[in-house]
């Protein structure tokens, strides 16, 4: 695994004990990221700098997971991140949630700390390190 520090990741999330459980979920891993609370917000920090990995709630204020993530890619044209989109929505069909050149993987809410490393190990080859 690549050094931890050297992996950039955004947690979009809306839900403040989400965010607080992912960031500790992250540091046992031994991973930092960045928060922001809303789909504007993830887009807004996507444009003032590159991430690796972007953690995406499918249901956050303003615009939807898959809206946001479809803006991200698009600015992101060169150095386009990992998306995961996160869903706690048994029902959302899964070939929605993994859309070519949008949403590359997912996560079901609640997830283990396990299955956090394991999404990331799946997708740490493709990572540019900084």
């Not at 992912?22 to 700098?49: T, Y």
Request: proline residues 5%.
């Amino acid at each position: 695994m690549q050094h931890p520090q050297c992996i950039r990741i955004l947690v979009a999330e809306d839900n403040f004990i989400n965010q607080t459980l992912f960031i500790k979920m992250l540091a046992v891993l031994g991973f930092k990221a960045d928060i922001a609370d809303n789909g504007q917000r993830a887009l807004e920090a996507c444009q003032s700098q590159s991430y690796d990995l972007v953690f995406m709630d499918y249901q956050m204020p303003g615009a939807d997971g898959v809206e946001t993530a479809k803006s991200i890619k698009l600015i992101n044209q060169k150095q386009k991140p990992v998306i995961i989109l996160m869903t706690a929505n048994l029902l959302v069909n899964n070939d929605y949630l993994t859309q070519p050149g949008v949403i590359d993987d997912f996560l079901k809410k609640p997830f283990t700390v396990q299955e956090l490393k394991a999404i990331i190990e799946k997708w740490e080859p493709t990572f540019v390190t900084h």
